[in-house]
T-cell receptor
Framework: AQTVTQSQPEMSVQEAETVTLSCTYD???????LFWYKQPPSRQMILVIR??????QNATENRFSVNFQKAAKSFSLKISDSQLGDAAMYFC??????????????FGKGTKLTVNP | KAGVTQTPRYLIKTRGQQVTLSCSPI?????VSWYQQTPGQGLQFLFE???????NKGNFPGRFSGRQFSNSRSEMNVSTLELGDSALYLC??????????????FGPGTRLTVL
């Protein structure tokens, strides 16, 4: 079974600075997706960024980028130029890439990010 | 395009009762997944439906059940409620069943409190 571990229950960052959230995972599969989801206090979970395991290039979405280390099974999220609106719970998640199969997500326990003005 | 909707948003029940939660996916989406979110256990997968068929099931007791209708709307039912069932129940929908990656979109959740 796959597992996802987020070792930082809480993190804080000053507005406009950069913060990195850590995630490690365990799987025996060779093809899969990794995600970072954001859950603001209003509770609606939204997708921040996605990484396909077969791609060596790290995914980037505006101020959000990942450092994907497949051999180390590590998947960290870097938020640049942090904004007050980035304050939220961030969840790392894993999904098998078997096409047409289950879309079950395996989540880490989350990291609560506080952005200080 | 309307997002994923879940009803009710809040629910208070007592131990031993049963409850039904509803999820309406984004129009055109045929896959619906359910997750339970608690402070202690985090987000745990309950089940997944695609075209009215259960495609996957998490490790929950038989008191937890679900179904999907022909219009892709899904319901989950919890019978004989226990205090530990208090949680935020999230539903996610996607197109499902294609040869390509499908993004899952989450609803706002139903907050269930069991007294």
């Amino acid at each position: 079974a796959q597992t996802v571990t987020q070792s930082q229950p809480e993190m804080s960052v000053q507005e406009a600075e950069t913060v990195t959230l850590s995630c490690t995972y365990d799987t025996s599969e060779s093809d899969y997706y990794l995600f970072w989801y954001k859950q603001p206090p209003s509770r609606q979970m939204i997708l921040v960024i996605r990484q396909e395991a077969y791609k060596q290039q790290n995914a980037t979405e505006n101020r959000f980028s990942v450092n994907f280390q497949k051999a180390a099974k590590s998947f960290s999220l870097k938020i640049s130029d942090s904004q007050l609106g980035d304050a939220a719970m961030y969840f790392c998640a894993y999904r098998s890439a078997f096409l047409g199969g289950s879309e079950k997500l395996v989540f880490g326990k989350g990291t609560k990010l506080t952005v200080n003005p | 395009k309307a997002g994923v909707t879940q009803t009710p948003r809040y629910l208070i029940k007592t131990r031993g009762q049963q409850v039904t939660l509803s999820c309406s996916p984004i129009s055109g989406h045929r896959s619906v997944s359910w997750y339970q979110q608690t402070p202690g256990q985090g987000l745990q997968f309950l089940f997944e439906y695609f075209s009215e068929t259960q495609r996957n099931k998490g490790n929950f007791p038989g008191r937890f059940s679900g179904r999907q209708f022909s219009n892709s709307r899904s319901e989950m039912n919890v019978s004989t409620l226990e205090l530990g069932d208090s949680a935020l129940y999230l539903c996610a929908s996607s197109l499902g069943g294609t040869a390509f990656y499908n993004e899952q979109f989450f609803g706002p959740g139903t907050r269930l409190t069991v007294l």
